[in-house]
Nanobody, 123 residues
Framework: VQLQASGGGLVQAGGSLRLSCAAS????????MGWFRQAPGKEREFVAA????????YYADSVKGRFTISRDNAKRTVYLQMNSLKPEDTAVYYC?????????????????WGQGTLVTVSS
């Protein structure tokens, strides 16, 4: 599976962005999908994940209530809607695919990774 993330950019605090991750190859609907992020000098951290059918989601506490993960299996795309953005959300955001139903937060459980897309939130 090849993953291509897009949609990053510069936004003011309080603003919104929607990230997309398009998949090619493999059977997209057989993968749980996740979003992770990595700020300069920090470890890559979990943001959100969704089950292969989209019915189950899992969020980091830091983004709960502000971010929404969703997927469109017909378009082979997973989305991350980010609202009420804060400067501490600034990071490179990565999408990842896991060969199973269950959305999980552990980055080492994901099998495929896309390149990152940079999100910068100004104060």
């Amino acid at each position: 599976v090849q993953l291509q993330a897009s949609g990053g950019g510069l936004v003011q605090a309080g603003g919104s962005l929607r990230l997309s991750c398009a998949a090619s190859g493999g059977t997209f609907s057989s993968y749980a999908m996740g979003w992770f992020r990595q700020a300069p000098g920090k470890e890559r951290e979990f943001v959100a994940a969704v089950s292969w059918g989209g019915g189950s989601t899992y969020y980091a506490d830091s983004v709960k209530g502000r971010f929404t993960i969703s997927r469109d299996n017909a378009k082979r795309t997973v989305y991350l809607q980010m609202n009420s953005l804060k400067p501490e959300d600034t990071a490179v955001y990565y999408c990842a695919a896991k060969r199973s139903y269950q959305p999980v937060p552990g980055r080492y459980e994901y099998d495929y990774w896309g390149q990152g897309t940079l999100v910068t939130v100004s104060s």
